[in-house]
């Protein structure tokens, strides 16, 4: 049974470089989800794909946040000029349409990228 | 935008009381998924409710949607150490799926 996966599991930078992470879902999801969570805060959205349409991004996101999934199925985020306040844990999860009016999909969770920027 | 809340931010039992985590949307929800997060790991589905004033029951957790669709509560009975974690209620509106998560509620179980 394989879940959420995430690439890399750490990532420790310099100010002013560019990190790239990568999220596979799970295989029959097409729904695809970029959370970021700082410490003693729930997740926060940053954007949603929908088979390879990004569907939303918050407008919260910088433009240097840039995220795709090219063929409909893993998704990548790159982060370009990094600021320490780009620290955080970064949250991928994938759901399959519910299909029932009202209802929001469940989202399955990878175990996310712990980046540190120096 | 929309915010959600939650209290108390941390609560500390004894093994065996019972322990309740409240949830206010500034804005009315289409529906509200609850997920739990252990130290060091990552969130996990619970639950979701949609209709005004439904209650589910999973054991000893019981979840109950405002009639409002505004807050929510998750109450759990008798306490065991495997319920230590921290514990998000996240809503969407309009039908989305796009989830904006509470601040969640930190719980820590004593032997």
């Known amino acids: 049974d394989t879940g959420v996966s995430q690439n890399p599991r750490h990532k420790i930078t310099k100010r002013g470089q560019n990190v790239t992470f990568r999220c596979d879902p799970i295989s029959e999801h097409n729904r695809l989800y970029w959370y970021r969570q700082t410490l003693g805060q729930g997740p926060e959205f940053l954007t949603y794909?929908?088979?390879?349409?990004?569907?939303?991004k918050s407008r919260l996101l910088s433009d240097r946040f840039s995220a795709e999934r090219p063929k409909g199925s893993f998704s990548t985020l790159e982060i370009q000029r990094t600021e320490q306040g780009d620290s955080a844990m970064y949250l991928c999860?994938?759901?399959?349409?519910?299909?029932?009016?009202?209802?929001?999909?469940?989202?399955?969770f990878g175990p996310g990228t712990r980046l540190t920027v120096l | 935008g929309q915010q959600v809340m939650q209290i108390p931010q941390y609560q500390h039992v004894q093994e065996g009381e019972d322990f309740t985590t409240y949830c206010n949307s500034s804005t009315t929800l289409s529906n509200i998924q609850w997920y739990k997060q252990r130290p060091g790991g990552h969130p996990v589905f619970l639950i979701q409710?949609?209709?005004?004033?439904e209650v589910k029951k999973q054991k000893r957790l019981t979840f109950q949607f405002g009639e409002a669709k505004k807050n929510s509560s998750l109450h759990i009975t008798a306490t065991q150490t495997t319920d230590v974690g921290t514990y998000f209620c996240a809503g969407s509106t309009g039908g989305g799926n796009k989830l904006t998560f509470g601040t969640g509620t930190q719980l820590k179980v004593e032997l």
């Open positions: 794909f929908q088979n390879e349409a990004q569907l939303e």
């Open positions: 999860a994938s759901s399959f349409p519910f299909g029932t009016s009202g209802m929001a999909d469940t989202q399955y």
């Open positions: 409710l949609v209709k005004s004033g």
